[in-house]
C-alpha cells in the first residue's frame, strides 16, 4: 500500500496530461454520508411493499443494488419468494418514490475534503464522475441535497441499480461512458477509482487501474485481500490526494 508524502501541490504546466487522467468516485461513505437516509428509505420501502418490519442491517452488508438490498430484507423478515417475486417490477420505483420522500426531511452530510477536492480537479479540467449501486433516480435526489450536482453531470454518472449489479463492470461502464463524453481513451495508468469499499478496489485490481481506498481502517479492505494502490482515512488532506491523481 503507497502513501503519498508532498505536502505543496506544485502545479506543472502540463494540461493536456491532466485532461488525460480521469477520477471516478463512489458515492456514499465517499463523497457523502446519508446514512439514515437509507436506513429510513429502506424501513419504509419493505413495510409498503411487503408489510414487514426491517432495515438496511437485515440485508448483507455488500449487496449491491436497491433491488437486491430490498429482496433480502423481505427475505429475512420471512416473505414467501413468490410474494416477492410478484412485486419485483416495482420494487425499484416504490423506494425512489420513498427514498425522494425521504431527502426532503433527511440529512447529507458532505465528507470533509470532498468539496475541495472536486473543485480543484474542475479548476485543473480533470475529467471526474460518480458510480453507486443506487439508482439514477436516487443519486440525482441526494447530490441535490448534497449540493454536488454541478459537479456530476448526467452522461457522468452510473448506477447499478439501472445499469448493471456487478461492481467491476459498473466501474468498467463509469469509464466507457467518461471516454465516450470526452472522445479519448484513457490509459490505465492514469485512470482512479475512489471508494470506501472492497468491492471497489477489488473492480480497480481486475481492471488494472489505481485505486484511492478512503476508510478510515485499512483493515478494512485488507480483511477481503484487497490492497488500494493509496490509503486515506478520509479526503480531508484533498491536496495529498490532488497531487496523486495531478503528479503520479
Same mark, same amino acid.
Given at each position: 500500500m503507497r502513501t503519498f508524502f508532498n505536502d505543496q501541490l506544485s502545479k506543472p504546466h502540463l494540461d493536456d496530461i491532466m485532461r488525460n487522467r480521469l477520477v471516478i468516485f463512489d458515492c456514499y461513505k465517499t463523497l457523502i454520508e446519508a446514512e439514515e437516509i437509507g436506513n429510513m428509505a429502506y424501513r419504509r420501502a419493505v413495510g409498503e411493499?411487503?408489510?414487514?418490519?426491517?432495515?438496511?442491517?437485515d440485508a448483507d452488508p455488500t449487496a449491491t443494488t436497491i433491488q437486491t438490498v430490498v429482496i433480502q430484507i423481505a427475505n429475512k423478515r420471512g416473505v414467501s419468494k413468490h410474494e416477492i417475486e410478484s412485486k419485483s417490477d416495482v420494487i425499484l420505483p416504490s423506494y425512489e418514490n420513498i427514498f425522494e420522500d425521504? /431527502?426532503?426531511t433527511?440529512?447529507?452530510?458532505?465528507?470533509? !475534503? /470532498?468539496?475541495?477536492?472536486? &473543485?480543484?480537479?474542475h479548476r485543473n479540467e480533470v475529467p471526474f464522475g460518480i458510480y453507486t449501486g443506487d *439508482?439514477?433516480?436516487?443519486?440525482?435526489?441526494l447530490l441535490k441535497k448534497a449540493g454536488l450536482e454541478t459537479y456530476f453531470p448526467q452522461d457522468m454518472r452510473s448506477?447499478? *441499480? @439501472? &445499469?448493471t449489479p456487478d461492481r467491476t463492470e459498473l466501474l468498467a461502464s463509469a469509464i466507457q461512458k467518461a471516454e465516450r463524453k470526452y472522445g479519448? @481513451?484513457? *490509459? $490505465? *495508468? =492514469?485512470? =482512479?477509482? /475512489?471508494?470506501d469499499s472492497w468491492r471497489g478496489i477489488k473492480a480497480a485490481e481486475i481492471l488494472g487501474i489505481k485505486s484511492v481506498g478512503v476508510a478510515g481502517d485499512p483493515r478494512r479492505? &485488507?480483511?477481503? !485481500?484487497?490492497n488500494p494502490t493509496y490509503f486515506f482515512a478520509d479526503l480531508s488532506?484533498? $491536496?495529498r490526494v490532488l497531487d496523486i491523481i495531478i503528479l503520479d
Open positions: 411493499l411487503f408489510g414487514v418490519e426491517g432495515g438496511r442491517t425521504c /431527502v426532503r433527511g440529512e447529507a452530510i458532505v465528507l470533509p !475534503g /470532498v468539496q475541495e477536492l472536486l &473543485e480543484a480537479l *439508482s439514477f433516480r436516487t443519486v440525482d435526489a448506477c447499478g *441499480s @439501472n &445499469e479519448m @481513451n484513457f *490509459s $490505465k *495508468s =492514469y485512470i =482512479y477509482v /475512489v471508494d479492505f &485488507e480483511r477481503y !485481500g484487497t488532506d484533498y $491536496k
